[in-house]
């Protein structure tokens, strides 16, 4: 049985060897790391808490040791439950994300550089790796200006969005008190129409008047004849004449 032991041990020693040189880290030590870091900064949270509580910009009335320990009572429940489900993630990524799979080959690994890359080689990779890393922040940076510069249009929008209505309602009411003086000036229009067709008929009339106008100058004429002639006794005829044109 002690033998048996010793070979699952040392078989588990050597898996746990290949694990580690395959990931850089043991597969508990990065688990073991994650379950700190998510407690540590659970703690934080709830310190900062305290703080801005006691001492923030508007701090809490009351018993200082009551908040304390009321923020305590929450720390510890919220650590208990971040506890019980690190616990969860550990069994699951040690048994679905960080295992090896039966039969892999693991020929080149070691514990320094490794067979199969160079210290140059690892080297440029990590160049490549802080290249992509500066890339990633400068995104970051553009994308959270990018997303300022819209907040700040959004608000010079529905800052306008009063004075577009205010102007919207001016213009329909332009329009609707525009349409009377549209009205009256297709009228104008139509009467100015009417006095130039009125014109035209006068100028037409006036250019006939001077053919009537030499004729009754001509009668006139006839007629200061025969009068002259009656007065001087030409003879009963043309009286009779100029009584008839009379």
């Known amino acids: 049985m002690a033998h048996k032991d010793g070979a699952a041990a040392a078989a588990a020693d050597a898996l746990l060897d290949v694990e580690t040189r395959f ?11 994650l379950a700190r870091a998510m407690h540590e900064s659970a703690c934080n949270a709830f310190d900062s808490m305290e ?10 009335a009351g018993d200082a040791d ?4 009321a923020i305590d009572q929450a720390t510890e429940r919220c650590l208990a439950g971040l506890t019980k489900n690190v616990d969860k993630l550990e069994l699951y990524a040690l048994r679905n994300v ?26 440029e990779l990590d160049a490549e790796l802080a290249t992509l890393r500066r890339r ?10 990018m997303r300022a510069e819209l907040e ?17 309602a001016f213009v329909a009411a332009s329009k609707a008190a525009a349409q009377p003086l549209t009205h009256n000036v297709r009228q104008a229009q139509q009467q100015a129409e009417q006095l130039r067709e009125l ?33 001087s006794g030409i003879g009963t005829r043309n009286l009779t004449a100029l009584r008839q044109l009379l």
């Open 98 to 123: 960080l295992l090896l799979p039966p039969g892999l080959d693991t020929t080149g690994l070691s514990t320094g550089h490794g067979e199969g890359a160079t210290a140059d080689q690892e080297a």
């Open 152 to 168: 700040r249009i959004q608000s010079d929008l529905a800052a306008f969005e009063p004075h577009q209505r205010a102007l919207d």
């Open 136 to 145: 990633l922040l400068a995104g970051r940076y553009v994308h959270a200006a």
């Open 199 to 231: 014109a035209e008929k006068a100028h037409a009339l006036w250019q006939r008047l001077p053919s009537a106008n030499a004729g009754a100058e001509g009668a006139t004429e006839n007629a200061q004849a025969a009068l002259v002639a009656a007065k």
């Open 23 to 33: 990931f850089g880290e043991s597969p508990l030590d990065m688990l073991d790391g």
């Open 66 to 69: 009551a908040v304390r320990a």
């Open 51 to 60: 703080r801005d509580m006691l001492t923030g910009h508007a701090p809490l």
